[in-house]
């Protein structure tokens, strides 16, 4: 396999020069080919910028043509690329970047500001540049600035993303040109991705899921359909007219494309892998799906450490809907005990993951690596099982993430974040089961002077993401507490 991106896409590039690699719009389709020469641009403009191998160059856009082509280029001048969610809000943006300490903002018209406020005072001489929108600052097909020769070793780092973290803060997870190829391979691969596949992704790139999808297709040469956000209408018509072929979601956007109104039957006969992650899928919507669609939601699992660990193939389905399935190709999962020894078959312990495509530890967090790092071995934190058939069964988690939507909070970067609310004396966060549509979070808050929720909801309110905000606020007059002190989470559950 080729083991740096560059060389990856480069091979693509040359087996599928004409085939159709992104449409964003139904008129817009850009062929392998276009794309290249749109990267080399970048690459120029980049370069241009002052960005050289080893610089950190932040992608803060959504689903779109330039968060592709920034990426590649990112890379392909040997620089480490950061993707940010457009849905983050200035506190937690300023964190990554700050972080990360990056040479280059992308970024679009609309969320220049933005940027601009988070950078205000920075001595670091971080360039914004606007590549989507409006005046752009690069040309899309070329640029007159000659590109550096630049050696990159597949172990050199390509990706930094960030994973929720029980310290509070999200930890740095690096990724390297090898950990990233062998990623596209083991996925491509296992699920037979090819050039003659048609993806639509919905979900975003910048995140460890989307991304992986992504990264698969153009090792594959496959065809990306990109949508900036979720609409269910434009989601059944395009699966329907483009011949859709993998369509990646989360449960959530099962349960709300199973419950539309349609006065005909549509035909997704073309859609021969409908993916879902993020969440568990529960049984009501799994069949709510089929019987509405005629096609069965198959089990994906993975974590932003590691990439893509599983997926669900088998041709049992209807009674293996709640298995996230056997590991990929060159990916190897066991169960550990408490202790440390190997789980029996079907004897519950925490998930273990081997695999090529994944990281070595967190930036900076010594001791966090060593818990989670072992032998070889990423602990997901995750609790589940393996059937006699190698099938995975996740049955719970150690760790206390709460998950909204397939987006992971950490409810202690919650409480530290109500904590600064001069009124609020103590916060304790939770997720709360709601329905089959998953988990909410809670707050449970000890006022110091009197306080009304609306208030609260308006302080959180463009300071951290709206799928991290409390949907239930409760106030208490203390938290419960063993004798020992420690919070008891179970009984505010």
């Given amino acids: 396999m080729k083991n740096t991106v560059p060389q990856m896409f480069l091979q693509t590039v040359e087996k599928h020069p004409r085939a159709v690699a992104i449409i964003v719009e139904e008129e817009n389709r850009i062929d392998y080919k276009t794309l290249s020469s749109m990267v080399s641009g970048m690459a120029s403009f980049l370069a241009s910028l002052g960005v050289e191998k080893g610089d950190k160059v932040a992608i803060l856009l959504p689903n779109s043509t330039e968060f592709i082509v920034g990426f590649l280029a990112t890379l392909s001048l040997g620089g480490i690329a950061v993707p940010l969610n457009p849905a983050y809000k200035e506190r937690e943006l300023e964190f990554y970047i700050k ?73 740095r997870v690096a990724r390297t040109h090898f950990n990233l190829s062998a990623l596209a391979h083991n996925h491509s691969d296992t699920i037979n991705l090819t050039y003659r596949d048609k993806l639509l992704l919905v979900v975003p790139i910048s995140h460890t899921y989307g991304f992986g999808n992504f990264i698969g ?73 089929y019987k509405k669609f005629g096609v069965y939601p198959r089990q994906l699992y993975g974590s932003t450490e590691t990439g893509a660990i599983s997926i669900n193939l088998s041709g049992d389905i209807e009674n293996t809907y709640n298995s996230v399935g056997v590991p990929l190709k060159n990916v190897e999962v066991k ?16 998930i273990a993951v081997k695999s090529p495509s994944m990281t070595t530890g967190y930036y900076g967090l010594e001791e966090e690596t060593k818990k989670s790092f072992r032998d070889g071995y990423y602990f997901t934190g995750d609790l589940g099982r393996i059937d006699g058939k190698g099938r995975i069964y ?96 179970n009984q505010l559950k």
């Avoid at 690069?138 to 050199?156: A, C, M, R, S």
């Avoid at 169960?335 to 925490?350: K, P, Q, Y």
């Avoid at 309110?461 to 239930?472: N, S, V, Y």
């Fill in 99 to 171: 972080h990360c300490g990056v040479k280059a903002l992308l970024t679009e018209e609309k969320l220049k500001p933005l940027g601009e406020k988070i950078l205000s005072g920075d001595k670091a001489s971080t360039t914004i540049a606007i590549v989507r929108g409006g005046n752009k600052d690069w040309t899309p097909q070329g640029g007159k600035h000659k590109l550096p020769e630049v050696q990159i070793n597949p172990h050199d780092e390509a990706i930094y993303l960030y994973s929720t973290g029980s310290t509070g803060k999200p930890k």
């Fill in 335 to 350: 169960i550990f005990r408490e202790e440390g020894g190997i789980a029996d078959t079907d004897e519950v312990g925490e």
């Fill in 394 to 489: 996740i049955t719970g988690r150690k760790k206390l993430f709460i998950n909204v939507g397939g987006n992971k909070v950490d409810p202690v970067e919650i409480e530290n974040f109500l904590a600064t609310y001069p009124k609020i004396k103590e916060a304790v966060v939770v997720g709360i089961q709601e329905g089959q549509s998953g988990e909410v979070v809670k707050a449970f808050i000890v006022l110091r002077e009197k306080a009304e929720v609306k208030e609260i909801y308006d302080y959180c309110r463009g300071r951290i993401a709206d799928f991290k905000i409390p949907r239930l606020i409760e106030f208490r007059e203390e938290i419960p507490r063993s004798p020992l002190g420690k919070v008891l989470r």
């Fill in 217 to 289: 297709a153009i090792k594959a040469g496959g065809e990306i359909y990109l949508l900036e956000k979720f609409n269910r209408n434009k989601v059944i018509e395009l699966i329907e007219s483009e011949s859709i072929t993998i369509f990646p979601c989360v449960p959530s956007m099962l349960d709300i494309l199973a419950d539309t109104f349609l006065p005909e039957p549509r035909d997704f006969s073309s859609l021969r892998l409908l993916i879902s992650a993020g969440a568990p899928l529960s049984k009501e919507t799994f069949f709510k799906f």
